[in-house]
């Protein structure tokens, strides 16, 4: 039998040849910082509750799951506040999921998503898969932009779909309310907030929630991947307009929350704040980060996420191998002179911390040698 060597032996969609998958490398190493995890274990007496409440929605596994997963959009609600109500949330499998729901009800082929790079890489591959093409605009060196270049950009690109990531990642830096304003006023397609970190920001850092009232074309993402500890169970939820959510109706999978899933979600949310007990202290340990890649005379970017991204790294492959080869995983995000990393435990980033200093890379040694 004749065996299929190569994509190019496949009728593949056209627009899909020569692209690659989302990749970010899995390797068994001892301490993993980076696709950003929250790398504390849901606490143990939440575990036992969302064990209980999996094992009673498997009792039940024959019949098909709530499609409108109804008491979940209630949970997210209360969760998010602003008097939001269950008609106003959505929810997948991860918000990834969530946000190609999107891209298929407001994108697909011959329109285009719009984002200003760098940002956060699986929005390309989104816009891609579901046919769209992917236009990339641009920010200031810190990586900010402002409120009137963010207008001036988005009506020249006149994009159906745009991406704003804040806290954005790979770079941490946080977008004013007055930048999602002004791109919101400057465009006619939908304008989606990524809050997948907002829980690391400053406590009284204004959410885009806070727009959402007579803005019927945005909508705010948000994930349980990263503060909840939860990126294994894949959920993530949305916030918009009722009739916004009713255009996610018309492309998602009939059931696509399995009933474990539900369940799983549902009692991790009855239990938020044990579940996010954790959050402060790996801001203190981003924070950490931060402050001693700046005495080593790397460039740490201001970061309000779980992770900083940082310059001055003179050959970042090697970097990276060498902390790869001392058992610490982070992430080359292709900007040239940087690489991400996680903050992680306490003892995960003093690894992280202390790996990087013996490789004598640092623009510091340069400088005194
Ligand atoms: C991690 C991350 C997500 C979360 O993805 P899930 O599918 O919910 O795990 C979403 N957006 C950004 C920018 C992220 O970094």
């Not at 207008?151 to 690109?157: H, W």
């Not at 900083?308 to 900007?335: E, M, N, S, T």
Request: proline residues 7%; glycine residues 8%; hydrophobic residues 40%.
């Amino acid at each position: 039998m004749g065996r299929v060597t190569s994509l190019d032996d496949l009728p593949l969609r056209d627009d899909l040849r020569g692209l690659t998958p989302y990749g970010a490398p899995q390797a068994p190493l001892p301490v993993a910082l980076n696709v950003n995890e929250n790398t504390h274990p849901v606490p143990e007496e939440v575990a036992g509750q969302i064990a209980d409440e999996i094992s009673r929605a498997l009792r039940e596994i024959n019949r098909y799951p709530d499609r409108e997963f109804t008491e979940l959009r209630e949970g997210f609600a209360d969760y998010l506040g602003h008097g939001l109500d269950a008609s106003q949330i959505w929810a997948g499998n991860g918000s990834n999921e969530v946000l190609q729901h999107i891209l298929q009800a407001f994108g697909g082929p011959g329109r285009t998503a719009f984002g200003f790079a760098p940002t956060y890489s699986m929005y390309p591959l989104l816009a891609q898969g579901t046919g769209a093409s992917w236009k990339a605009g641009h920010r200031e060196a810190d990586y900010t932009i402002t409120p009137d270049d963010a207008a001036a950009q988005v009506e020249a690109a006149d994009p159906d779909v745009i991406m704003l990531c804040t806290p954005n990642n790979p770079t941490g830096t946080p977008m004013g309310l007055d930048v999602i304003e002004a791109v919101y006023e400057a465009s006619r397609g939908v304008v989606i907030v990524d809050e997948a970190y907002q829980e690391f920001a400053p406590h009284d850092a204004p959410s885009a929630l806070t727009l959402l009232e007579g803005r019927p074309r945005l909508a705010v993402s948000r994930t349980m991947s990263k503060a909840f500890a939860f990126a294994g169970a894949r959920v993530g939820y949305l916030a918009a307009d009722p009739a916004f959510i009713d255009a996610l109706r018309l492309v998602r999978l009939p059931y696509h929350l399995s009933a474990l899933t539900q369940a799983a979600a549902m009692a991790a949310l009855r239990h938020a704040p044990t579940m996010l007990r954790m959050v402060d202290e790996i801001v203190e340990q981003r924070d950490r980060i931060s402050a001693t890649l700046e005495a080593l005379d790397y460039t740490p970017h201001e970061s309000w996420a779980n992770f900083v991204l940082f310059g001055g790294v003179a050959d970042p492959k090697a970097v990276w191998q060498g902390l790869y080869d001392k058992g610490v995983l982070i992430r080359d995000v292709g900007i040239p002179g940087h690489l991400r990393v996680s903050a992680g435990t306490e003892s995960e980033t003093t690894a992280f911390l202390e790996a990087l200093a013996s490789l004598g890379d640092a623009p510091s040694v340069g400088s005194k040698a």
